[in-house]
């Protein structure tokens, strides 16, 4: 039987991911539609093959699933956090403001 290369699956998934959520930037505006189901296939691969999917890449909203738009989220700061209020859901995700190297594990 093969030995599957979990490693180097994870790698290529990871690739595919960064892929399915640039795409989603790139058509946000003309078709959100679109849009979201790049980020819904970017997420099924991300709990398929268990990954994180980077901080930095995780620019959609948590419960609905389209990509920030900046007119359909709300942002604010306060009391060292940022408030981001997504218009599509009413979903409010809270970001803490700390300095960079304090933050050991991404926040979920
Ligand atoms: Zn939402």
Known sequence: MLKREKKLEKKIALRRIKILLDKAHEVKFEDYELARR??????????KYRLRIPREERLFCKKCL???????????????????????CGFVRRIPIR???VIKKPEK
């Not at 790049?38 to 709990?47: D, G």
Request: hydrophobic share 40%; net charge positive; charged share 30%.
């Open 38 to 47: 790049y980020v819904e296939l970017a997420r099924r691969i991300a709990m």
């Open 66 to 88: 389209y990509p920030y738009r900046y007119d359909r989220i709300r942002v604010r700061v306060a009391k060292s956090r940022v408030i981001i209020t997504c218009l599509n």
């Open 99 to 101: 300095p960079a190297r």
